[in-house]
């Protein structure tokens, strides 16, 4: 059974970079859409980006594009979240989801049948 493991959240300045990594043990992740989702304190899970199966095709919301990047590994075990220019809203628990040979899509979150614990990200002075 596929269980998803994230990493990387800590807390960093405003402006600075961290790297979140989704991997799963045992599995390779090339056969699924990966996607990138995050919780703010009383809000709902929002989509973030993504990236599909067998493709380097990805999604971002408008709200990281152009400061985040998700891609694969070489050997296709994790899928990491590059983010730069973090500001105080990117504050968030982040998760991944993978949902079994599929094109990735931001919505709905129910798409996605398999997720992460999670990892927090706080960006603060």
């Known amino acids: 059974q596929l269980q998803l493991v994230e990493s990387g959240g800590d807390l960093v300045q405003p402006g600075g970079s961290l790297r979140l990594s989704c991997a799963a043990h045992?599995?390779?992740?090339?056969?699924?859409?990966i996607g990138w989702f995050r919780q703010a304190p009383g809000k709902e899970r929002e989509g973030v980006s993504c990236?599909?199966?067998?493709?380097?095709?990805?999604r971002y919301a408008d709200s990281v594009k152009g400061r985040f990047t998700v891609a694969r590994t070489g050997d296709k075990r994790t899928v990491w979240l590059q983010m730069h220019s973090l500001k105080p809203e990117d504050t968030a628990v982040y998760y991944c989801g993978a949902v079994y040979r599929a094109t990735c899509a931001l919505a709905p979150v129910s798409r996605y049948d398999t997720w992460g614990q999670g990892t927090q990200v706080t960006v603060s002075s």
């Open positions: 990236i599909s199966s067998f493709s380097d095709s990805t």
């Open positions: 045992g599995f390779t992740l090339e056969q699924y859409a």
